[in-house]
């Protein structure tokens, strides 16, 4: 997995102006996966964000894999995420909204 992904996932989502970031790489624990032969690897992000105010979770997504739609694919095979407006974070601190499938 190329160095710096995190660092260039963290650069580009500063598009959505986030007042909390924060991405752990998860790649580890999926060695051997078949999408990890690739180079792609495996993250957890939560990200806080105004832009996410009013907008549904697919929404919220699509905003998120727009701004990483570079390294998609090629240096993030997949990606879980956690995507909330700024009033969210307390009735909503532990929810996960995995954008790849359990047990991939």
């Known amino acids: 997995m190329p160095e710096g992904t995190v660092d260039r996932m963290r650069d580009r989502l500063q598009a959505l102006a986030p007042v ?5 790489d998860d ?3 999926h060695a051997g996966h078949p999408g ?9 992000l939560r990200l806080v964000s105004p832009r996410f105010e009013g907008k549904s979770r697919i929404e ?7 701004a990483l739609a570079t390294l998609m694919q090629r240096d ?3 990606l879980a995420m956690v ?7 307390k009735r909503r601190a ?3 909204n995995p ?6």
Not at 83 to 89: I, M, S
Not at 99 to 104: I, R
């Open 60 to 66: 919220r997504h699509r905003l998120v894999y727009d």
């Open 83 to 89: 995507l909330l407006a700024p009033g969210e974070t």
């Open 76 to 78: 993030i095979h997949a």
């Open 36 to 44: 990890a032969a690739s180079g792609g690897g495996h993250y957890n």
């Open 20 to 24: 909390e970031i924060s991405i752990e």
């Open 27 to 29: 790649s580890a624990r």
């Open 94 to 96: 532990g929810a996960s």
């Open 99 to 104: 954008a790849h499938p359990p047990g991939h």
